[in-house]
C-alpha cells in the first residue's frame, strides 16, 4: 500500500461510559494495526496537583477542557503528520499523575483519536479528517463509569457518584454534548451498531484509496 502525502486524522468522541473504546478497538481490529494507530486523550491528563479545581469545594474537575494538556496532543499531531513517532505520556488513574514514563507512537496512515472533549477543543477539532461522535443513553453511561470505576480505579460508589454529580454530568451538558454538532457520523449504541460501524470502515479504506 503506498503511504499517502499525510496521515488521515480520526477523531472519535462522546460522553464518558458511551462505548468510544469498543468503538475505537472494532475499527482497529477491522484495519489491522498495520495500518492505523490510537491516541488516547486521557494520556495527556495533567498531574493532580495541575487540574483545574471546583471554587465552592477544591475538588479537582477531571471533567474540564483545562484538565488536559491539548497543546501537547496538538503538538504530537503535527509531528505525526510529518511521519515523526511521539512519545505519549503514561498516565496512572489511582493516583492521578503522570508516571514520568512514555509509550512510542509510530505514524501510520490513520491515526485514529479518543476522547471526550476532543470536538470541544477548536484547535484539535480543526485537525481530523473524519469526526465521529458515540451517542448513548445517560444511564447506560454511568453504570458503564460506575463499573470501570470500581473495577479498574480503586473507586467508591459515594465518590463515582459525588463525582457524576458535581463535575461529570454538568460538563458533559457544558461541553460534551454541544460538541456533538460538529461529528461528521453520529454513531449510537457505540461498539453494538454493525452498520454504523460497516459505515464507518468502508469509509476508511475509500481514504486510503482502496475503496
Not at 39 to 67: C, K, M, T, V
Not at 72 to 89: D, G, K, T
Not at 92 to 116: A, C, K, Q, W, Y
Not at 139 to 150: A, E, P, Q
Request: include cysteine; charged fraction near 25%; hydrophobic fraction near 40%.
Amino acid at each position: 500500500m503506498a503511504k499517502p502525502n499525510a496521515p488521515i486524522f480520526i477523531g472519535l468522541a462522546g460522553g464518558t461510559g458511551s462505548g468510544k473504546t469498543t468503538v475505537c478497538q472494532k475499527i482497529v481490529d477491522r484495519l489491522t494495526p498495520a495500518r492505523i494507530t490510537w491516541i488516547q486523550h486521557d494520556s495527556y491528563y495533567r498531574n493532580w496537583d495541575e487540574l483545574p479545581r471546583l471554587e465552592e469545594h477544591g475538588w479537582p474537575n477531571f471533567d474540564h477542557p483545562d484538565a488536559l494538556d491539548t497543546a501537547l496532543l496538538i503538538e504530537h499531531l503535527h509531528a505525526l503528520r510529518r511521519w515523526e513517532s511521539v512519545n505519549v505520556p503514561d498516565y496512572d488513574f489511582t493516583t492521578h499523575s503522570r508516571t514520568g514514563g512514555t509509550h512510542v507512537v509510530m505514524p501510520l496512515p490513520l491515526i485514529l483519536v479518543e476522547g471526550i472533549l476532543i470536538f470541544a477543543e477548536p484547535t484539535l477539532r480543526a485537525l481530523f479528517d473524519v469526526k465521529l461522535y458515540v451517542d448513548t443513553d445517560a444511564d447506560l453511561r454511568f453504570i458503564r463509569r460506575l463499573r470501570r470505576d470500581l473495577d479498574e480505579r480503586g473507586r467508591t460508589i459515594d465518590t463515582v457518584i459525588t463525582q457524576y454529580l458535581t463535575t461529570v454530568r454538568p460538563m458533559h451538558l457544558e461541553f460534551v454534548e454541544p460538541s456533538k454538532r460538529y461529528a461528521d457520523v453520529i454513531i449510537p449504541e457505540g461498539g453494538h451498531n454493525e452498520v454504523a460501524l460497516d459505515m464507518v470502515v468502508a469509509r476508511l479504506h475509500a481514504l486510503l484509496g482502496e475503496g
